[in-house]
């Protein structure tokens, strides 16, 4: 069974990390075993890291362990360059650069639970989907 590629909103990361009881915790093992392969961008990956060193507290986690997580992300990841930029498309300009990622991508979904957030997605032919959504499917 081939892996399934996708981008990992940064949301989806914070819940995985501050609850190993729900959908986005699963994704993150699903990384963890190399069912899905996070597609990541150098923008994406310094927000991971400024979500994660500012809520580190909150999280239970330390610079070093920072530094693991996205370590194994990018281990485990398939890096993309962005050479287009369509801003804005999105109703957060913040979000435009993760769907410009899944387009570059080419097939791959984005994984967010702020789905609403994504609306204009489907116009570029990326499917929004929740973390949940993805563990239905994957069985």
Not at 89 to 117: C, F, M, R, S, Y
Request: charged share 25%; hydrophobic share 45%.
């Amino acid at each position: 069974m081939e892996a399934y590629r996708a981008v990992i909103d940064t949301n989806v990361l914070y819940a995985g990390l501050y609850s190993a009881t729900g959908a986005s915790y699963r994704i993150l093992r699903m990384i963890d075993c190399a069912r899905v392969v996070p597609i990541l961008s150098t923008a994406l990956v310094f927000e991971y890291e400024e979500v994660l060193i500012r809520s580190k507290k909150l999280l239970g986690l330390s610079e070093s362990d920072v530094d693991d997580i996205l370590d194994a992300l990018c281990f485990h990841g398939e890096c993309r360059p962005i050479h287009f930029l369509w801003r804005p498309q999105l109703a957060d300009p913040k979000d435009d650069h993760v769907l410009e990622l899944a387009v570059a991508a080419g097939g791959a979904d984005i994984v967010t639970h702020n789905t609403k957030d994504f609306a204009q997605a489907s116009a570029f032919g990326v499917r929004v989907v929740a973390p949940a959504e993805i563990l239905k499917e994957s069985k």
